[in-house]
């Protein structure tokens, strides 16, 4: 089950990142991050479950990958993890993961945000996690929602204003109703992007029980 818990989390973290990316269509204005190459965003993590700390320093390169016909802009994570790749296509950002050699799951490619859509306007995706002792990977519905547009907000002391907030919910497949509880809620806000999410999972059934708040310490957009 562990590995299901691992899978869902970074599955879940695909679902609600915010980097930035290039694209071949044209896009106005990307609002909602940073394209400049050296630019810097410092996050901070709280398990409150573990009650443990983390900090990861994400940084632009220079370098864009063509994955699945989409051009990615590569972004390096001071934590070691593996690199993270965003798009937008118009008003589209996309995200992939590669997460097939970790966890037996095919890459991922998600949006994450539309930042024309209106507020209550969702979208979904389903993505089949392995669970230990099933004989068939578990259909998971990850399903965003723009429940916020325009607001305020204010992160490790700094106010930002132009923020959108999405929330997340988690469906899966053959669990009875009401055997879910999730509390996941993500802020983006123009030139920046992620500056805060924080998100609560308990699935008993599968084991699966976090509670993290990531807020944005600091930044250095070039």
Same mark, same amino acid.
């Given at each position: 089950m *562990? *590995? +299901?818990?691992?899978?869902?989390?970074?599955?879940?973290a #695909?679902a609600?990142?915010?980097k930035?990316?290039? #694209?071949?269509a044209?896009?106005?204005?990307?609002?909602?991050?940073?394209?400049?190459?050296? &630019?810097?965003?410092?996050?901070?993590?709280?398990? /409150?479950?573990? #009650?443990? $700390?983390?900090?990861n320093i =994400? $940084?632009s390169?220079?370098? !864009?990958?063509t994955?699945?016909?989409r051009?990615?802009h590569?972004?390096?994570n001071?934590?070691?993890?593996?690199? !993270?790749y965003?798009n937008?296509?118009?008003?589209?950002?996309?995200t992939?993961?590669n997460l097939s050699a970790?966890?037996?799951?095919?890459? =991922?490619? $998600?949006?994450?945000?539309k930042?024309?859509a209106a507020?209550?306007?969702s979208?979904?995706?389903?993505?089949?996690? %392995?669970?230990?002792?099933? @004989?068939? %990977?578990? @259909?998971?519905?990850f399903?965003?929602?723009i429940?916020?547009?325009?607001?305020?907000?204010t992160? /490790?002391?700094?106010?930002? $204003?132009d923020v959108?907030?999405?929330?997340?919910?988690?469906?899966?497949?053959g669990?009875?109703?009401? &055997?879910i509880?999730?509390?996941?809620?993500?802020?983006?806000t123009?030139k920046?992007g992620?500056?805060?999410?924080?998100? *609560?999972?308990n699935? %008993?059934?599968? +084991?699966? /029980? #976090?509670?993290?708040n990531?807020?944005?310490?600091?930044s !250095?957009?070039?």
């Amino acid at each position: 089950m *562990k *590995k +299901t818990y691992f899978a869902i989390l970074v599955l879940l973290a #695909a679902a609600i990142s915010c980097k930035k990316s290039t #694209a071949p269509a044209v896009v106005d204005s990307p609002k909602y991050m940073s394209f400049t190459a050296g &630019s810097t965003w410092t996050y901070e993590t709280q398990n /409150n479950i573990a #009650a443990t $700390t983390t900090t990861n320093i =994400v $940084t632009s390169t220079n370098r !864009d990958s063509t994955i699945e016909s989409r051009v990615y802009h590569v972004f390096t994570n001071s934590n070691g993890a593996l690199n !993270d790749y965003y798009n937008i296509t118009l008003n589209d950002y996309w995200t992939f993961k590669n997460l097939s050699a970790a966890q037996g799951i095919s890459p =991922v490619s $998600t949006i994450y945000l539309k930042d024309n859509a209106a507020v209550n306007i969702s979208w979904s995706q389903i993505v089949n996690v %392995p669970v230990s002792g099933f @004989p068939a %990977p578990i @259909p998971v519905t990850f399903t965003n929602t723009i429940a916020e547009k325009g607001i305020s907000r204010t992160v /490790n002391g700094k106010a930002y $204003t132009d923020v959108i907030r999405t929330t997340t919910t988690i469906a899966v497949q053959g669990l009875p109703p009401g &055997s879910i509880t999730t509390d996941i809620q993500s802020y983006y806000t123009a030139k920046y992007g992620l500056i805060e999410s924080k998100y *609560k999972i308990n699935i %008993p059934l599968l +084991t699966v /029980n #976090a509670d993290q708040n990531t807020v944005l310490k600091t930044s !250095d957009i070039k």
